[in-house]
């Protein structure tokens, strides 16, 4: 009864979070030490108790994707039914690069689409861009390990801006849209039994015990801005969390607003080009989901500041961490990000450029009430 898509959430949900498991550290180690002593009755029935946990674990999980796949089904289906109708409908799979100059603004040789293999806008900004705007860039994903007692307390949180897309003839009227503020309270909350309750306090006095350390006080002006996108998390939930938790916000009451396109030369432009202004009209909601959990494997081993820091561009599937983490991800994103067209505020107009909106966290105050 259910719609392929949704077998596919259901079956990527389970293999991302089986690892994720609170108990998969004391499961594992337990089922490892019967193993030396050959003991396979004692495997069965640890088998058989932890299979319980996990379950309910794993329902958890799946009971806050089927929330999330009900709305995504029903576009699909909206999307099937005009298939049936012989509506055009057109889906393109594209880099981010590719995507913003995949369309021309006029037909080329009767065709809309650049297919050439130079996608380059000669936008690149030649300054390297900040550790500010790089955390808030869309794809990034953070995880830091804060010792916690005889635990660490992991925290990851992602940017996964939501995005809209449309092609638009600019030389046709285009309708006026209503625009409504983002609600930047939690989206999607997660939290499920048998969990450790802490306050979101002592969160923050084991983060500022880190960042208080003398050895580490190289790192102080990278831990400031860590420590920034923690409190944001925070602010947002309640005073005490149950870990394991997952939650999803919006980052911003703004969305924002601008047209991507390839420039056609005059000299090449088919007949009755005039006619048109081709452009992919890009609008996002800027969106993060953050989750905690703890462990306790090698929590009675020190780790080093840069060792218990990664910074992932999932775009390009990178991961950064160690002692030269920091220059690493600048040099990345600086030299293979740095090309996006500005952006609009819906609201106000106001035009911001990727790095700017980025570096202020895709905030500003907006002229329009």
């Known amino acids: 009864m259910l719609h ?9 949900v389970l293999k991302k979070f089986i690892k994720n498991w609170p108990e998969w550290d004391q499961f594992e ?3 490892l030490k019967l193993k030396e ?83 380059k806008l000669g936008l690149h900004n030649s300054k390297m861009l900040t550790l ?18 005889n635990k660490f307390i992991i925290y990851k949180h992602r940017n996964m801006h939501r995005l809209k897309h449309m092609l638009v003839n600019k030389k046709l009227a285009l309708e006026t849209r209503k625009i409504a503020d983002l ?11 048998n969990c450790t309750q802490i306050l979101r306090k002592q969160i923050l006095e084991y983060f500022e015990k880190v960042l208080k350390s003398d050895k580490n006080s190289k ?33 911003s009451k703004s969305k924002y607003i601008r047209y991507l396109y390839q420039d056609v030369p005059n000299k090449k432009k088919d007949e009755g080009a005039e006619k048109f202004d081709l452009q992919l009209e ?32 999932t775009d390009c599937r990178l991961t950064f961490t160690g002692a030269n983490f920091v220059w690493d991800i600048l040099k990345h994103f600086s030299d293979d990000h740095n090309e996006e067209p500005d952006w609009n505020c819906l609201k106000c107009n106001r035009v911001f450029t990727m790095p700017s909106l980025t570096h202020m966290g895709w905030i500003h105050t907006c002229d329009v009430s």
Request: hydrophobic share 40%; charged share 25%.
């Open 183 to 193: 609600n930047e309270q939690i989206l999607v909350k997660s939290e499920r039994n």
């Open 37 to 119: 002593t050959n003991d396979s009755a004692g495997i069965s029935k640890i088998l058989n108790e932890k299979y319980i946990n996990l379950k309910e674990y794993l329902r958890g999980m799946l009971n806050v994707a089927r929330q999330l796949a009900n709305s995504k089904v029903n576009q699909i289906k909206m999307k099937e039914k005009r298939y049936d109708n012989h509506s055009v409908v057109m889906e393109v799979e594209a880099t981010r690069q590719q995507l913003n100059c995949l369309f021309y603004r006029q037909p080329l040789h009767k065709n809309i689409l650049n297919v050439t293999r130079d996608f």
């Open 132 to 149: 500010e705007s790089i955390v808030n860039w869309w794809g990034v994903e953070i995880e830091i390990r804060i010792k916690a007692d």
């Open 4 to 12: 392929k898509f949704e077998v596919d959430v259901y079956l990527n």
């Open 219 to 251: 790192w102080r002006s990278v831990l400031d801005i860590l420590k920034n996108i923690l409190l944001n998390d925070l602010n947002s939930v309640s005073k005490t969390l149950s870990i394991p938790c997952d939650f999803r916000r919006y980052i």
């Open 282 to 313: 890009e609008i996002v909601s800027p969106m993060c989901e953050f989750q905690m959990r703890t462990s306790g494997k090698n929590a009675n081993t020190d780790i080093s500041f840069e060792d218990a820091i990664k910074i992932i561009c």
């Open 29 to 31: 180690q337990a089922v």
